[in-house]
């Protein structure tokens, strides 16, 4: 399963775009993109998943460029609720388990 | 709304005893489900694979016959704690994965046990 580094922490504003971007240099052809976030005490939540180019939902982009070697997640005009940990992961299709990294703790502010 | 539920929410337990947590697949019928710890402002760690009428597998440094894992139907797993420490306190987190093309995993609510 491909590595992932991601930043630790960010800061926000609300009603600022934040992106995250996530390393992963070693991501196998069969490998998908994706992304879960995590509230305090609670389970992580899936966001999006891709494999390249672009992908969109009501929720967030998620950019991926040619070389897949790293992806950004992009949350438009974030709010309070937006706080939480964001954990970008690499997939291999078909997968049997997900490995979590430490994931980017995003404190959005007023 | 939710699809996995986990039960109990929160846990206190003395030091010896054990305790199960059972996740339930509300709409579903999951053939595979995983069991996660998490310690304070850690991430997630995988324990076990807990599959449908057979044996869980474990993640290296788990321990089996701590963690017992029961997988009896497509709706139902449990998490038996045997024996609970103190270091044994954590927020355990059950999940279910639909499909063999659905990368999506489904995650319960989480157990929050303390062992005294």
């Known amino acids: 399963l491909a590595k992932t580094t991601q930043p630790i922490s960010m800061d926000s504003y609300e009603g600022q775009e934040v992106n995250i971007t996530c390393s992963h240099n070693?991501?196998?052809?069969?490998?998908?993109i994706t992304w879960y976030q995590q509230f305090p005490s609670q389970g992580p939540r899936f966001i999006i998943q891709?494999?390249?180019t672009k992908v969109t939902n009501e929720v967030a982009s998620l950019f991926i460029p040619a070389d897949r070697k790293s992806s950004t997640l992009s949350l438009p005009r974030v709010s309070l609720s937006d706080t939480a940990v964001y954990y970008c992961?690499?997939?291999?299709?078909?997968?049997?388990?997900?490995?979590f990294g430490a994931g980017t703790r995003l404190a959005v502010h007023p | 709304g939710a699809v996995v539920s986990q039960h109990p929410s929160r846990v206190i337990c003395k030091s010896g005893t054990s305790v199960k947590i059972e996740c339930r697949s509300l709409?579903?019928?999951?053939?595979?489900m995983f069991w996660y710890r998490q310690f304070p402002k850690q991430s997630l760690m995988l324990m076990a694979t807990?599959?449908?009428?057979?044996?869980?597998?474990?993640e290296q440094g788990v321990e089996k016959d701590k963690f017992l894992i029961n997988h009896a139907s497509l709706t139902l797993s449990t998490l038996t704690v045997t024996s609970a420490h103190p270091e044994d306190s954590s927020f355990y987190i059950c999940?279910?994965?639909?499909?063999?093309?659905?990368?999506?995993?489904?995650f319960g609510p989480g157990t929050r046990l303390t062992v005294l």
């Open positions: 891709g494999y390249k």
């Open positions: 709409d579903f019928q999951a053939t595979t």
């Open positions: 999940s279910e994965k639909r499909g063999a093309d659905n990368n999506e995993q489904f």
């Open positions: 992961l690499v997939v291999s299709g078909g997968y049997n388990k997900l490995i």
């Open positions: 070693n991501i196998a052809t069969n490998d998908y």
């Open positions: 807990s599959n449908e009428g057979s044996k869980a597998t474990y």
